[in-house]
């Protein structure tokens, strides 16, 4: 019976989804037979959760919607599908003061995700599952808890070295505005 179900077991491989497409492998051409064409060239479009360039401006706090805590630094931003992005910021701040910052600027109490490593989530729209990927909302996270010591500057020889929090903004799409 164990010998039934480990090969079972082993049998079953996980596939990624979605599948990434494959192109067909070319075919020789055939003596007297025009060429193939070549195939029509695809747009570059970056992958999914793709970060955004490098250059990247730090974003308004018009374009998403919420206060951007003051001293906090611009890391990324990441396409979240659906015409969605969401944007990552550093802070010295610890996590009980970005909480304190941002149940006061929203006037919402939040919603404690985790308590270890603390995450909290404060919701500033309406989710609609057919336009978004996302509920629109700022999500903070502590990265001082255990051996982490924090989130590493992606930019090197920056300060601070690390940040004590990460702030996520998901902005409001403008269709939902």
Known sequence: MAAVLGSAAAAQV???FPKPQTQQPARPAQPGSPAPSSPAPTQNTPPPNAPAPASEATPSEALLGVPIYPNAQFITSYDAGHGQRYYLFGSDAGFPVLVKYYQTVLKTRGTVVFETPATQ?????????RSMAYPPGVTIKD??????????????GAT???FASIIQIVPVPPSAR
């Open 121 to 129: 989530i404060f919701e500033v729209g309406r989710f609609d599952e």
């Open 160 to 162: 601070p070295e690390r």
């Open 14 to 16: 996980p596939q990624p």
């Open 143 to 156: 990265y001082t808890w255990g051996p982490a010591g924090g989130y590493l500057n992606p930019k090197r």
